[in-house]
């Protein structure tokens, strides 16, 4: 899947005032990114938002078979969820 804000999958946002607009190209310019921006009644800038901020990876948690389980039980992971 393309990276937001590349030529093929650019930000697409929707402001209400010309004033917003102006901020989001400004924000995407610097940036380098391709954007779309439409008017309309209610404000969407979800995609603005995910680029600046992304969301991070999902972090696996790797259990060593003699650590404590993490299920709290004390015992071994070996002995109880790792059975």
Known sequence: MPKIGSEQ???IVRVTSEDRAHY???V???NGWHYIIGF??????????NA???PLP???TKVERNS???CGSGRKYKKCCGA
């Open 9 to 11: 999958r650019p930000i």
């Open 24 to 26: 989001v190209a400004q």
């Open 28 to 30: 995407c310019k610097q």
């Open 40 to 49: 309309e009644a209610q404000e969407d800038i979800s995609d603005l938002e």
């Open 52 to 54: 600046l901020n992304p």
């Open 58 to 60: 999902m972090q696996s």
């Open 68 to 70: 404590p389980c993490p």
